[in-house]
């Protein structure tokens, strides 16, 4: 990625529960919100918010497989507005609510 794209995407990695609107982003990357845009675009295939829910996503699914971290801590620390939402969300990308995701998980290692 280029020099712009690139601290973008160290910000992201190092505030998953923080705000990451495009707006803010953009900042951080020194460009407006359409170069954002467009650079997620060309660069990586993709958008800011969905890059954005997909590392969320398999940072969750990490915590819930390997750490005693509640769902609520776990939602809260990754910035999602609160217990149910993170669930639906969790359970529309990963396929799974995220308790059964957990039990699973546990099943598998021991």
Not at 36 to 47: H, I, Q
Not at 64 to 92: H, K, M, P, V
Request: glycine share 12%.
């Amino acid at each position: 990625p280029s020099q712009p794209l690139r601290r973008v995407l160290q910000y992201i990695d190092g505030h998953l529960g923080g705000d990451l609107s495009n707006g803010r982003l953009a900042g951080e990357g020194g460009m407006s919100v359409r170069s954002l845009m467009r650079a997620f675009a060309a660069e990586l295939g993709t958008t800011p918010q969905n890059h954005i829910r997909e590392l969320r996503m398999a940072e969750a699914a990490r915590r819930l497989a390997r750490s005693g971290d509640t769902i609520e801590q776990i939602a809260e620390d990754l910035g999602f507005a609160n217990r149910f939402y993170f669930t639906r969300q969790f359970a529309r990308e990963i396929g799974s609510p995220p308790a059964r995701f957990r039990q699973r998980a546990a099943g598998r290692a021991g």
